[in-house]
């Protein structure tokens, strides 16, 4: 993974690498610096959805793991340098904020380190983005969920922001309340200058109360496209053939498996765009 992102020519070395250096990036998705046109950000009012970004956030229960082994005798070769976020930052938050917020579906853990993942994937392109994905200890808490969101979009200067979430009409309500009690490398928006929507994806929302199902729908709300919001799953249909496996590995050997695999999925992605 360092090879292929060229570390091996940095003059830090390994030890220098940044999180979410070493992800696969879509190239499809508005980058500044990248696919951007000079002076995007001063775009007028009634363009800016041209430089919007859209995301999926989604739990996964099957990519579970036992209770075996631990960070100390299987650390993994990364931390945070992909997809998966730094776990030892990771851990230290949900010491300090993991009894304090709401959660939302909880799963039994029984035997278990972590009941599966969660994810912030493009939900455009079907790409995972750099250090969005990590592990669930009780369900799909809010604690995590916020986590993996805020990490995602800690680095990204778009201003207009789209998110598309099954249980986003429950999320989303104390979301900046939530946000101010966090650790300030997680807080985004300070200046309100950021739009953010709301939406939950189309598979989901016929499940919803009506009030949702209006309020929260993609084809009710401008600048979107034909876009559902299902991104994640067809993500998960690609890497669930891996659930046996890594539920048996230790923590390190699970999200380095699992990184290698995202990688892959996203390089997929980006070779075949074009064709």
């Known amino acids: 993974m360092l090879k292929r992102s060229g570390k091996g020519h940095d003059a830090g070395g390994a030890a220098a690498t940044k999180p979410g250096e070493c992800a696969v990036k879509c190239p499809a998705c508005p980058q500044p610096q990248m696919n ?10 009634s363009k800016r959805h041209l430089y919007c970004l859209f995301l999926g956030i989604d739990a996964n229960f ?3 793991r036992k209770n075996v082994s631990s960070n100390e ?3 993994g070769l990364s931390n945070g340098w992909a997809y998966f976020i730094g776990e030892t930052d990771f851990k230290g938050f949900l010491r300090d904020y993991g009894d304090k917020t709401v959660q939302a579906v909880y ?4 035997g278990l380190a972590a009941t599966g993942v969660g994810t912030v994937d493009c939900a455009r ?3 995972k983005l ?37 249980i986003a009409c429950r999320w989303s309500i104390n979301l900046w309340a939530r946000m101010k009690t966090y650790p300030c490398h997680l807080h985004t928006n300070v200046d309100g200058k950021k739009s953010f929507y709301f939406l939950v994806p189309k598979f989901h929302l016929p499940a919803h109360v009506m009030a949702c199902q209006s309020t929260y729908s993609f084809n009710f709300n401008r600048h979107v496209g034909r876009t559902d919001g299902e991104a994640p799953e ?4 690609h890497n669930n053939p891996i659930a046996s496996s890594v539920k048996e590995m230790g923590p390190g050997s699970r999200r380095d498996t699992m ?17």
């Open 36 to 45: 951007l046109p000079l002076g995007w950000e001063d775009v007028e009012n």
């Open 62 to 64: 099957r990519l579970k």
């Open 73 to 75: 005798v299987d650390p």
């Open 107 to 110: 799963r039994s853990g029984k």
């Open 125 to 127: 392109h079907d790409a």
């Open 130 to 166: 750099p250090t969005s994905v990590g592990s669930l200890q009780k369900g799909e808490r809010y604690v995590n969920m916020d986590y993996f969101f805020f990490s995602s979009i800690r680095n990204t200067p778009l201003m207009d922001i789209v998110v598309s979430y099954d």
């Open 234 to 237: 067809r993500g998960w249909a």
């Open 259 to 275: 990184d290698d695999h995202f990688g892959d999925w996203n390089w997929r992605k980006t070779s075949l765009m074009g064709k």
